[in-house]
């Protein structure tokens, strides 16, 4: 049971692998030109899955920036993923052991938890394994990719890679919004909440970690309690 269910979410990580794959190009230039090495850069890649925490580090390494600002800009920008944890943790069975939600954390990104909080009943922790398996080597291995191809690729093409990770945001929740339409709503006052925090000056004062989480908590909070979920559908 498990291994049907482990292959099931590495078919369904295909996707994302590749997608990640792409848009990792982009964190392995801006790597090499913080002076990482090709073998840091992957590490840090295997190690940190997120794009923006790795965007926001190479810019404190170049500065010269002190560890415990590179810890705490960290905490800030990722902490959504504690939410996500959390989210997945719930969604665990109760009988299921307690070092599958260390592995499930430590694996969580923004579109293998999409994947994993989509699936229907109980979520079975070899699912979410899969995709991992597929995922986090595309993201890894875009990422050395990109450190070896420094200065050989045009800016135009780099600006067009970074549009693949708004693609796979689409292809991931778009289905999930046509088979429930309560989803809908949602995702468009997301969209539009996230538009003005991040362009009206009135919010300059906080940064771009603290304002998805902000718009995380008041979103979901919202939608818990105005379009509570049956605890059949669970």
């Known amino acids: 049971m498990h291994q049907q269910t482990y292959r099931k979410g590495m078919r369904d990580g ?32 295997f190690t940190n899955n997120t794009s923006a925490g790795q965007f926001a580090s190479f810019a404190l390494i170049a500065s010269g920036a002190p560890y415990l600002e590179m ?6 920008i990722n902490i959504r993923y504690c939410l996500m944890s959390c989210a997945l943790s719930q969604k665990l069975d109760g009988t299921a ?20 909080v989509s699936q ?34 045009p800016q135009t093409f780099l600006n067009a890679m970074n549009m693949a990770l708004y693609g796979m945001f689409i292809a991931i929740f778009m289905p999930a919004a046509r088979d429930d339409r ?32 902000i718009l995380t908590l008041v979103i979901s909070m919202g939608a818990a309690l105005l379009m509570p979920v049956p605890e059949e559908d669970v």
């Open 14 to 45: 295909i996707p994302v692998g590749l997608g990640y794959f792409v848009v990792s190009f982009t964190i392995g230039i801006a790597a090499r030109k913080a002076d990482l090495t090709p073998l840091q850069a992957t590490i840090m890649s």
């Open 97 to 116: 052991a307690f070092y599958h939600r260390f592995f499930l954390a430590f694996g969580v990104t923004d579109e293998i938890f999409g994947l994993s």
């Open 71 to 76: 810890v705490i800009s960290q905490a800030v």
């Open 182 to 213: 309560k989803l809908l709503p949602v995702i468009f006052i997301s969209m539009a909440l996230s538009t003005l925090i991040q362009t009206m000056p009135l919010f300059d004062f906080i940064s771009s970690g603290m304002k998805i989480i």
């Open 120 to 153: 229907k009943g109980k979520l079975d922790p070899w699912y979410s394994y899969g995709v991992m398996s597929v995922a986090v080597p595309g993201w890894s291995l875009g990422t050395l990719t990109g450190v070896l191809s420094t200065g050989m690729l």
